[in-house]
């Protein structure tokens, strides 16, 4: 039986309780990231997964061991990290294309391509001829990243990843 409605939402006093349980624990600035990203900015769980650091931050040069970084102000979540995308790739699409058209003048240029092929002797397998399937590109979605728990929770766990491996480069942002 499917649940219908909508999702229950934290309180103020239930947000701040879990903010306050979290630094008590293992990973905390990861850890709050991750509320704070998924809480201010709506991101599902596979969506959070699928970050990664340039997705947030612009990073710098590395000066003195260090690795400096921006936060960028818009987080532009491309539409392969979304629901409808399987970024995942958990399940093979079952779709196969059952029909074909043309118009007339490619028709008569596809035919004219394998006669010109067929006189030559070279091998023809009909898949060589299909039209190109155009995958479906959907919109990035913008979220802006205004708020100031938000940004200070992103900034105190990038600083300490980071820290300790300032050569990263576009490795995940939440999973290493």
Known sequence: MS???QARVLTP????HLLREIKEHRYPEKNTALIQISFKLGLRVQEITLLQIKDVAE???VTSGQRLFKLKEILALPAAYTKGADALRRSKSTYQRRRISFSVHDFHQLVQRIET???AGAEIKPEDFYPEVRK???KSRDLPMNDAALRTAIENYLSIRLAANPSVKKRL???S
């Open 59 to 61: 990073l710098g040069p």
């Open 117 to 119: 092929m067929a006189k």
């Open 13 to 16: 006093e239930q947000f701040a």
């Open 3 to 5: 649940k219908t409605g």
């Open 173 to 175: 942002i939440l999973y």
């Open 136 to 138: 479906h590109r959907g």
